[in-house]
């Protein structure tokens, strides 16, 4: 440091007059006799020093007996030790370094920021009256990282500070995603365990684990209370919101009981189970009259906002019942003769059932009270393929904009769930240009919720599902493309691996493997081609379109699940309960204290 700098120079020259007088031709010196030198020798002290802590300087001196010059061990008779002052304070020319630091200044300020926020937060239970709960389905922890670093260098950064949306939420934790029957789980399973507290086996849809999949008789008395119900049964307003078919797993999991997650429609379902359980579609347009005969004696008015994809699992198996952007020759599955889609609306004659972006851009909030929107067949389109759907479809932030704008008109507040389901998709099909624009979509979705509502009576939670075998590996150079090869620090050329090719920063430990489609945007496309597996040279392969497949090291016909913790992202009242690490059924747990969920709807109850 400067300040002991100075000193030993100061001691230094203090000390620079002590130097012996020697002999006169034998004769005593002032400090010397019989002609010899005395001689001092200074030596500073480091920091640390046993006698000087803080450093200083060691002064020894003596008569130089050999007359060599130098003052030996044995030769010196005295020591004395200068030590330096304790240092109390640093002055700012001490600290500039580190002060003046971008990152140093940006970890201030985000504390700052942090203790704002914190402070903000309503700790006391039954503060919100608004909860939505984001499940990004497939968004593992290097799935938001990628997505962060991909959206960042889509903004002209180097990538990896940039931040999604939720990233900058006060407060977050982990979720443990097994099942209990199963280490690596499904969405079935967590997705119920995060909506109605409580964990289950794979592949089961809101009922608890002593049901048997397949078997409809074993669900009864196994069937639990979602979030979604408990909100309706408080008088909140309620909507579901997926990008995927929305009797899928994850949706279902809010308002349908199944012993199976594949009995999307009454097709799906063995003749002996559809004649005892109803089918995941049928129980969506059935939700009231079901929550009533569930519960006797209270008056609830249903979904008021479900959008989403799956409109074959609501129409005939009939021709004459295609949308006008039916895929196939024969839209509908049912095999029942029921149009589920004319029923609903036969309940709601008020309500709005819309198929496309034209439906969609002419509801008016202020003036609406439902809406059934299925803008697709099956699941909607990848982010990165939408502008390609047959009769236009919305976004996921836009359908999210539009339900808060429709939700918020209950004064009692409402309960709304936002799935991005084809992250999912786009992993399973080992294409991580798919899964990472519905991330950042998603992320998206998430900032409109946020721009939309207030920390003060508002519990927003972002997590996900499950993870995927999704890998960030090698040593990349800072803002090297994301989905680019490795190129290493210093070079600008890519690295290549002991087989003599270069390799992607991004990859799958399973599934489909290598595939090179160019600019196709649909993921699934890739279904239509050979696994591949193992190496392939990609020197002259652009890995950043959105048709290149990253290899995989096992070959499977469909990349599959992880097993590890997610994160959970939380802002507004009972988010400071969000921390640390816990079973996923807990999140309903947050949601429930954050809002009252089951007190209100057991006061209706009774």
Not at 321 to 346: I, K, M, P, Y
Not at 432 to 456: C, G, P, R, Y
Not at 569 to 591: D, K, R, W
């Amino acid at each position: 440091m400067k300040k002991l700098t100075l000193l030993f120079v100061a001691v230094t020259a203090a000390l620079s007059g002590c130097s012996g007088d020697d002999g006169n031709n034998g004769q005593n010196g002032i400090d010397g006799a019989n002609g010899l030198s005395s001689l001092v020798l200074q030596t500073q002290l480091a920091v640390g020093d046993t006698v000087c802590r803080n450093g200083g300087v060691k002064i020894d001196s003596g008569l130089d007996a050999d007359s060599n010059g130098a003052l030996s061990t044995d030769e010196v008779s005295s020591t004395e030790h200068v030590c330096a002052p304790t240092i109390t304070s640093l002055s700012s020319n001490d600290v500039a370094v580190t002060a003046n630091n971008t990152w140093f200044t940006e970890g201030e300020n985000q504390v700052a920021a942090a203790k704002s926020l914190a402070a903000k937060i309503a700790k006391e239970s039954g503060k919100a009256k608004n909860v939505i709960l984001f499940v990004g389905d497939g968004m593992g922890i290097s799935t938001v990282t990628a997505a962060r670093i991909l959206e960042g260098q889509s903004k002209g950064k180097l990538g990896e500070e940039h931040s999604l949306s939720f990233d900058t939420m006060p407060f977050s934790g982990f979720s443990k995603t097994y099942n209990v029957d199963a280490q690596t789980p499904d969405s079935a399973g967590t997705m119920t365990a995060m909506i109605a507290g409580v964990k289950t086996d794979i592949g089961v849809v809101g009922v608890a684990e002593g049901a048997e999949r397949g078997s409809c008789l074993s669900t009864k008395g196994q069937e639990l209370v979602s979030a979604a119900e408990l909100a309706e049964l408080a008088g909140k307003s309620t909507g579901i919101i997926s990008t995927a078919r929305i009797t899928h797993a994850t949706p279902a999991s809010a308002y349908a009981k199944s012993a199976d997650r594949n009995w999307e429609d009454v097709s799906d379902m063995p003749e002996s189970e559809a004649a005892n359980c109803e089918d995941i579609a049928s129980q969506l347009v059935n939700f009231e009259q079901n929550l009533e005969a569930r519960f006797m004696g209270v008056d609830v008015d249903g979904l008021d906002v479900v959008m989403g994809g799956g409109r074959r699992h609501f129409l005939p198996k009939d021709a004459a019942f295609n949308s006008t952007d039916a895929a196939s020759a024969v839209e509908g599955d049912r095999t029942d003769g029921r149009d589920l889609t004319a029923e609903w609306q036969a309940k709601y004659p008020m309500g709005q059932y819309v198929m496309d972006q034209t439906g969609f851009d002419a509801i008016n909030p202020s003036v609406t009270n439902k809406v059934f929107a299925l803008f697709n067949e099956s699941h909607m389109q990848y982010e990165a393929d939408r502008k390609n759907d047959i009769a236009g479809e919305p976004s996921l932030s836009e359908m999210t904009a539009k339900a808060i704008d429709i939700l918020d008109n209950n004064d009692k507040g409402f309960f709304l769930t936002v799935e991005a389901g084809r992250i999912d998709h786009g992993h399973h099909a080992g294409n991580a240009h798919a899964a990472l624009t519905d991330t950042i979509e998603f992320s998206k979705a998430v900032q409109a919720a946020m721009n939309a509502t207030s920390d003060e009576d508002t519990l927003i939670i972002v997590t996900a599902d499950h993870s995927h075998v999704f890998t960030i590996a090698g040593y990349p150079k800072r803002g090297n493309p994301i989905l680019g090869k490795v190129v290493g620090i210093g070079k600008d050329q890519p690295s290549l691996a002991a087989d003599g090719m270069p390799y992607t920063t991004v990859g799958y430990s399973n599934g489909g493997g290598f595939k090179d489609l160019g600019s196709e945007a649909d993921a699934d496309e890739g279904y239509y081609h050979s696994v591949v597996a193992g190496r392939v040279d990609l020197t002259a392969v652009d890995t950043t379109a959105p048709g290149f497949f990253q290899e995989a090291m096992v070959p499977l016909s469909s990349e599959t699940h992880a097993g590890e913790d997610v994160g959970i992202y939380a802002s507004g009242p009972g988010a400071h309960l969000v921390t640390g690490t816990n079973e996923q059924s807990y999140i309903f747990h947050v949601m429930d204290y954050a809002a009252d969920l089951v007190k209100k709807a057991d006061a209706a109850v009774q």
